[in-house]
């Protein structure tokens, strides 16, 4: 269960930083992106997953979560 | 010699490769690649940040110098005690260069030593109490001092003390922080793991303090110069370009700073971060708790100075824009001549480079804008994250090497041959006795500064010195010479 940090980079895109794994990479797609419920299962460009509980609100990023590694990942 | 393609390059590094045990290459194969442009994550071509190999000569530090060394050393009011054997502070002592302006011994203490010298008694009795008379002493010595950091030496992990509760209890009774950092050097696989633990050392004992105190007046133009060390003064000639740009610097970190700007930092509107391998994390943090925007910028060499400027600029109205290109235009004359003079000296030179931070991709373009090429570098103690930003400086088909080992680096340089060598003290003699010029990349060889415009002119100077010195064609004794070297020679002095 790493702490990620999502956050929108200089070009706006959405990333994903987990300092312990040095891995910072572009998120491709989140399962759930609506204003009350955001989070889920969130894909990497890299391929690999995570899982994040849904949130009950839509975040202001950037913002640090507990995730889960993904199946793929 | 021309350029290397990258089958020849893949071959050098079997080559090289070949000396070891059968373990030990298949490790170190995955540390050395060509640059290839099309790869997009380092990590499918470079492997970094893993645990050196037993019996090969690394050239990295440990945690303990990426937070004392690196880190919290340069804040100049603060005292940072080695906490530990008298050693590890004493041997590192100012060896940094890390510039600032005070009265050392008053009201500055970065190349003074302060240490709790352990001896046996106190790994088998502890040592917080000597820690805690340690604090009191420095109050009385030094009563100008603006806060302690603890830097923990190996042995206050290993025997347990509870340094954390020292620096409470002396908080409390001086009124001044008191920063607990366990950077012990046994933690982590190089000076990078010192860099994240200095940083959350920060943002648990330092950076909100002010968060309940609006007193600060504060300007839509805060910037806060972030991963600056001052190195010969770097930091300074980064903040005057800020400054006539119609910045406010509020902040430097960590070079020349002092505990209130880092204090005040979470008031400012955007952190320019130069190294980003050192305080990246710190930079997040503010971002995610403080909405501080952060960027990267590069200010080595005009081309990249110029480019981070203008990036700078787009982050702030009109005026600041406006002001950022009369900036460019006032040192454009500069750094012509700059290029005028130094290009024709060193066009076409080729250039390794084996440094740490944020150096091995960002001096490439000072570099190239005197005509030289980098032909390989490589990080002591890069993550992913550095080579994936390193990929794209790089030429296609030049040498990557990562935590590259003495007599790697040693063989890699007889293979390319390269006209100059930027690294550190450990490789300088071994080089020069090669007959290979070199500059060390670490302290800018007890020169600069090189950030900025006036920089690079400081910057130019050094590389055609060392470069162009005539020492490097006296290297071979004249009864050794050929009779062809033999002749010109004679040819010469006719």
Known sequence: ?73 | MSVMSRDEVESLIQEVLEVYPEKAKKDRTKHLTPNDHEVEQSKKCITSNKKSLPGVMTIRGCAYAGSKGVVWGPVKDMIHISHGPVGCGQYSRAGRRNYYIGTTGVNAFVTMNFTSDFQEKDIVFGGDKKLAKLIDEIETLFPLNKGVTIQSECPIGLIGDDIEAVAKKKTAEHGKTVVPVRCEGFRGVSQSLGHHIANDAVRDWVLSARDEDDSFETTPYDVAIIGDYNIGGDAWSSRILLEEMGLRVVAQWSGDGTIAEMELTPKVKLNLVHCYRSMNYISRHMEEKYKIPWIEYNFFGPTKTVESLRKIASHFDETIQQKCEEVIERYRPEWDAVIAKFRPRLEGKRVMLYVGGLRPRHVIGAYEDLGMEVVGTGYEFGHNDDYDRTIKEMGDATLLYDDVTGYEFEEFVKAVKPDLIGSGIKEKYIFQKMGVPFRQMHSWDYSGPYHGFDGFAIFARDMDMTLNNPCWKKLQAPWKKTEAAADEAVAASA
């Open chain 1, 1 to 73: 269960m790493p702490n990620v940090m999502i956050r929108k980079d200089e070009a706006g895109k959405m990333t994903l930083y987990v300092a312990k794994r040095d891995l910072e990479e572009d998120i491709v797609s989140i399962e759930h992106e609506a204003e009350d419920r955001w989070g889920g299962e969130i894909t990497l460009a890299d391929g690999s997953s995570y899982y994040v509980e849904p949130l009950t609100a839509a975040p202001s990023l950037p913002i640090t979560v507990r995730a889960k590694r993904g199946e793929a990942g």
